[in-house]
């Protein structure tokens, strides 16, 4: 019994850059982002662990060295947000839908309602006694809320305000 000739066999495996772009946000890249809205808070440490397995990601999936480009470039020619700025998403996206289509009881957000019409919508933000309490969901994601821009947060569709969120994170990295 022979074998065929290797060649034949690699040849037709090796998957395009979309495919492999494809494959790696959703495998490896999910789970990077799965409970990501914890990652608040982090020490600086750990979220650079974090980003090193993204850039990781990001070199196998371009199939490039680690003297070829810098990985910050390649992150934003896939339009992959760092670590970080995903929290942020993460974290803005709830607000967003929690304001706008109402919110459920395990997500407390308390609106800040001014004694005359203003066209920003802020979060109140509730106080922390304890360290840990300033990693809850309910204390950072109004600090992210409020520091986002009014065209940001005035957004009429949820898919308009990813991508000006989007757009927004990218001009700050």
């Given amino acids: 019994m022979q074998l ?13 850059l979309d495919v492999a772009e494809t494959m790696a946000a959703s495998i490896a890249g999910s789970r990077v982002d799965y409970c990501n809205a914890l990652f608040y808070g982090v020490t600086q440490s750990t979220m650079n662990k974090l980003q090193r397995v993204q850039n990781n990601l990001v070199r196998v999936v371009c199939d490039v060295g680690w003297r070829q480009a810098h990985s910050a470039d390649l992150l934003c020619d896939l339009h992959w947000l760092p670590v970080r700025n ?18 459920p009881a395990y997500l407390p957000l308390s609106s800040y309602i001014p004694a ?12 922390a006694r304890i360290a840990t309490g300033e990693r809850r969901f309910s204390h950072y994601a109004p600090l992210i809320w409020n520091s986002l ?18 757009t927004h994170l990218f001009d700050t990295v």
């Fill in 116 to 127: 005359r019409h203003l066209r920003s919508s802020k979060l109140n933000k509730p106080p």
């Fill in 4 to 16: 065929p000739p290797p060649s034949s066999a690699t040849s037709s495996s090796v998957p395009s």
């Fill in 149 to 166: 821009p009014t065209t940001v947060r005035s957004a009429d569709s949820y898919d308009s305000f990813k991508a000006r969120l989007k």
């Fill in 86 to 103: 995903r929290v942020m998403f993460k974290a803005a996206s709830l607000c967003y839908r929690s304001c706008r289509f109402g919110q």
